[in-house]
T-cell receptor, first 110, second 115 residues
Framework: GENVEQHPSTLSVQEGDSAVIKCTYS??????FPWYKQELGKRPQLIID?????GEKKDQRIAVTLNKTAKHFSLHITETQPEDSAVYFC?????????FGTGTSLTVIP | GAGVSQSPSNKVTEKGKDVELRCDPI?????LYWYRQRLGQGLEFLIY????????KSGLPSDRFSAERTGESVSTLTIQRTQQEDSAVYLC?????????????FGDGTRLSIL
């Protein structure tokens, strides 16, 4: 099956700086990569996703890049704000199954 | 409905008791997933239902765990003879299935505490 690794496990940045979270996957057949944001005590919320036929996707301050050859994808948050503080999970989808990373706890320091 | 609904939101029970957790998926979503999330941990896959196909039970941690789903509607996750290590948030998610992958939509989860 698929194996997804996520780094770093914790990340602190100053407000206004950028944050980057990286994930790798093992199965080249995976073709869909969503990112979820989970605030404390809340449900995971989809924030951006990318499919394997695309190398980059951007939505305002959030962007995701995908390198199929290297089997890794990254989440980029620019101009971070305190409300970006949360746990972020990457996932790789193979068929209709989803494999999640272990999460990155992002803290944005005002 | 507007989103995935789970009940109860919180459940406290004594070790050895059985518990039943409920998930109402978004109407029209044929795929339904159960995950376990221990405190400060990631999402651990438990079971996946897709329409009337046989469920993927490969993530169930022991035979004390079982789940059912009738058609494309409500699902229940049952934990028998609960143990303290079962304490976690149990998340349900649903999605549509199309020609390309579709994102999952999560419920708020059931926070289960075993005393």
């Amino acid at each position: 099956g698929e194996n997804v690794e996520q780094h770093p496990s914790t990340l602190s940045v100053q407000e206004g700086d950028s944050a980057v979270i990286k994930c790798t996957y093992s199965d080249s057949a995976s073709n869909y990569f969503p990112w979820y944001k989970q605030e404390l005590g809340k449900r995971p919320q989809l924030i951006i996703d990318i499919r394997s036929n695309v190398g980059e996707k951007k939505d305002q301050r959030i962007a995701v890049t995908l390198n199929k050859t290297a089997k890794h994808f990254s989440l980029h948050i620019t101009e971070t704000q305190p409300e970006d503080s949360a746990v972020y999970f990457c996932a790789a989808s193979l068929g209709n199954q989803f494999y999640f990373g272990t999460g990155t706890s992002l803290t944005v320091i005002p | 409905g507007a989103g995935v609904s789970q009940s109860p939101s919180n459940k406290v029970t004594e070790k050895g008791k059985d518990v039943e957790l409920r998930c109402d998926p978004i109407s029209g979503h044929t795929a339904l997933y159960w995950y376990r999330q221990r405190l400060g941990q990631g999402l651990e896959f438990l079971i996946y239902f897709q329409g009337n196909s046989a469920p993927d039970k490969s993530g169930l941690p022991s035979d004390r765990f079982s789940a059912e789903r009738t058609g494309e509607s409500v699902s229940t996750l049952t934990i028998q003879r609960t143990q303290q290590e079962d304490s976690a948030v149990y998340l349900c998610a649903s999605s549509t299935i199309g020609t390309s992958n579709q994102p999952q939509h999560f419920g708020d989860g059931t926070r289960l505490s075993i005393l």
